[in-house]
Structure formats: C-alpha cells, structure tokens
Nanobody, 125 residues
C-alpha cells in the first residue's frame, strides 16, 4: 500500500476556513481516484468528498456541499480540501484516501485501498 501524507489541520473558530493537503509518499500511483473521509470521536468514518482527474468529477457529502471544495494537482497527485464556514460538527480527524480503481459506492471506506494517518480539525463554537 502507498502511504498518503495529510497536512493543514488545526484549531479554528466556527465560520473560519482551513485548507487540507494530501500527497502520496511515493509516485507509484497512476492517476488515482482520491478523496477525503473524516471520523469524529465515537462515530464511524464517513465520506466527505472525492475527485477524479477532472474537477467536474467531484463528489461531495450533503453535509459539506457549498462549504467544502475538493481539488487536485494531477501532476503531483496532490489533493486539497478547502473548507469554508466551518462548523463545530466538522470537528474530526480527516483522512486522505486513494485508489487506482473505481469501486462503488465511493462513500464506503472499504472501497478505498490507500490511506493517510489523518489530520485533526477542531472547530470551536
């Protein structure tokens, strides 16, 4: 498995913005599907957003639509998550995921093969 490295988490206030980044530790993945999940304490890991190579192929969870934007630098296989208007309920560990294959449903963490260690996002109300 390829290790993914996330960065950009932190402690912010409600209404603030954060930008997360994710990059693979090696360049062995070829044009992978990449996405973000999050896991709050005591809850299951849930899908946030994902992107194929084209911006038009982005998919979002209903809870973040209109506030979060996923983008990527295809040349570097780097994935970003711009999070605006953050809410207390967005507090979680955010994980980057990637896979060479398109397995449905994309919202199921079991269908993703490569993961990062996670970055904490805490939003105070």
């Amino acid at each position: 498995q390829v290790q993914l490295v996330e960065s950009g988490g932190g402690l912010v206030q409600a209404g603030d913005s954060l930008r997360l980044s994710c990059a693979p530790s090696e360049r062995s993945l070829s044009n992978p599907l990449m996405g973000w999940f999050r896991q709050a304490p005591g809850k299951e890991r849930e899908f946030v957003a994902c992107s194929g190579r084209l911006r038009s192929s982005a998919l979002y969870a209903d809870s973040v639509k209109g506030r979060f934007t996923v983008s990527r630098d295809n040349a570097k296989n780097t994935l970003f998550l711009q999070m605006n208007d953050l809410k207390a309920e967005d507090t979680a560990v955010y994980y980057c995921a990637a896979d060479e294959y398109f397995r449905v449903p994309l919202t199921d963490p079991k269908n993703w093969n490569h993961w990062g260690q996670g970055t904490q996002v805490t939003v105070s109300s």
